[in-house]
């Protein structure tokens, strides 16, 4: 599945105006704008990221990402929340959203962390741009905490984690996460988590229903499959994906992750549109390798790192099989158009 319900993007885009950032002309510039965005759409992943890219650069709050994931409502989920809510237990609606977690808005897969006394939602983050990477899992923990406090609120008014897991360094301030959270914060884990005692998840729903959890489980199905079916012309969107890195470029296993699809799907879909993981990629480095060689100064090392090779010899050979002639002969008598 490529693509997700726009309304994770249009919450992020209303937050963020509301911090007093502009987003319309970076909306403009991809054909959107708030006024005109069907609440029903969808969005291609690939495009959501570059959009959300531009957007984060904008920001100088390190708490942003905590601030934009509790924006997100529990009317936003449509089916996937109702599903929850009539689970017969808290741990039920959990197994059911790690099941689903598809129709989320996270980057990255989570997964159900057991011990004899705690569940833990561990958020295994998708590789990303280390310029938005920080504020994607903030927002995503933070979104996911919100989640369970809105389904949790009609059941136990006291909810509360046992810990959090951040996956990136302490930032200046831990307090911002403290006051969210409510309980000890550990930063620099492997992954995140969100560590929930197992008698909070014990407790019945009492808006359980085992009728109404089935249709909107139908329903999420119904969504699911739809999604699927638009997996068409991945091309594109892969190409797409890998032109925001930079030295380090995702692996296929990442990019399947990002689209939530099985790395095996992606490379059955790409055999299809008669192409591959390694031929997008090397397109994808041959255009900037033209670029960087053309309008920059930069040397043939510093371009070969950028580009994710451990030695120039390696691009050198790359390059030349791709255009016929050396990177410094290139330099001297390019062909890419300068801009």
Request: net charge neutral; charged share 20%; hydrophobic share 35%.
């Amino acid at each position: 599945m490529t693509t997700r319900s726009v309304l994770g993007l249009i919450y992020t885009v209303h937050a963020i105006n509301n911090m007093g950032i502009e987003t319309a002309d970076i909306l403009t510039k991809y054909g959107f704008s708030l006024q005109n965005l069907d609440p029903f759409a969808q969005i291609d992943r690939a495009q959501e990221l570059q959009i959300l890219l531009e957007i984060v650069q904008q920001l100088d709050d390190v708490s942003a990402g905590l601030q934009l994931g509790t924006r997100f409502g529990i009317a936003g989920y449509g089916p996937f929340s109702l599903m929850l809510m009539t689970s017969p237990t808290a741990y039920d609606a959990c197994k059911l959203g790690i099941q689903y977690q598809a129709l989320a808005y996270l980057y990255g897969t989570m997964e159900l962390d057991l011990t004899p006394g705690t569940t833990g939602l561990s958020l295994y983050p998708a590789n990303l741009p280390e310029s938005i990477r920080t504020f994607l899992i903030d927002r995503d923990l933070a979104g996911t905490y919100q989640l369970l406090k809105d389904i949790m609120i009609n059941q136990d008014d006291n909810f509360s984690l046992d810990e959090v897991w951040i996956p990136h360094p302490k930032p200046t301030t831990a307090k911002p996460y403290e006051e969210l959270f409510q309980c000890p914060v550990k930063f620099d884990q492997p992954h995140g988590k969100l560590v929930i005692s197992n008698i909070e998840l014990s407790h019945a729903f009492p808006q359980s229903n085992a009728l109404a959890c089935k249709l909107y489980q139908a329903q999420c199905d119904q969504l699911i499959e739809a999604r699927a079916a638009q997996i068409s012309g991945l091309t594109g969107k892969v190409s797409q994906y890998l032109n925001l890195f930079e030295y380090r470029f995702p692996k296929t296993s990442d990019v399947a992750t990002l689209f939530s699809i099985s790395e095996r799907s992606l490379r059955r879909q790409l055999v299809k549109e008669s192409t591959s993981y390694q031929t997008i990629l090397n397109s994808v480095r041959y255009h900037r390798a033209r670029k960087l060689l053309t309008n920059s100064k930069l040397p043939i090392e510093t371009i070969a790192d950028k580009l994710g090779y451990s030695e120039p010899s390696a691009f050198n050979h790359a390059f030349t099989k791709w255009s016929g002639t050396s990177p410094r002969d290139y330099r001297k008598h390019p062909t890419y158009p300068s801009e």
